[in-house]
């Protein structure tokens, strides 16, 4: 299983990132898919996840209703789309997968596998 995250770079606070992650993942369309981060210091977080049927989606709190998350289970891929992004937003962001199929959850501790991840940087 391979998670490539891409998009990530310096934005300044109030601007908009696309983060994007390919899936080389057998079955991709069977499994909850999440985008977590982690910053400086800090202990990993659960941005966002999104069922595998697409239709079950959580946020942080400290993100709704600016990022939003999606899914192309034809082309194996999950996109998160950061919109009026703060400096608090600021990390190493990690495309993950859950750990079994047919299984949608908000716990981090089911997201087994995760990529390389890409940075995020916001200036204020």
């Known amino acids: 299983v391979q998670l490539q995250a891409s998009g990530g770079g310096l934005v300044q606070a109030g601007g908009s990132l696309r983060l994007s992650c390919a899936a080389s993942l057998r079955a991709f369309g069977t499994y909850t898919m999440a985008w977590l981060r982690q910053a400086p210091g800090k202990e990993r977080e659960l941005v966002s996840a999104?069922?595998?049927?697409?239709?079950?989606?959580y946020y942080a709190d400290s993100v709704k209703g600016r990022f939003t998350i999606s899914r192309d289970n034809a082309k194996n891929t999950v996109t998160l789309q950061m919109n009026s992004v703060k400096p608090e937003d600021t990390a190493v962001y990690y495309c993950?997968?859950?750990?079994?199929?047919?299984?949608?959850?908000?716990?981090?501790?089911?997201?087994?596998?995760w990529g390389q991840g890409t940075l995020v940087t916001v200036s204020s």
């Open positions: 999104i069922s595998y049927s697409g239709v079950g989606i």
């Open positions: 993950a997968k859950d750990a079994a199929p047919y299984y949608y959850t908000a716990d981090i501790t089911r997201f087994d596998t």
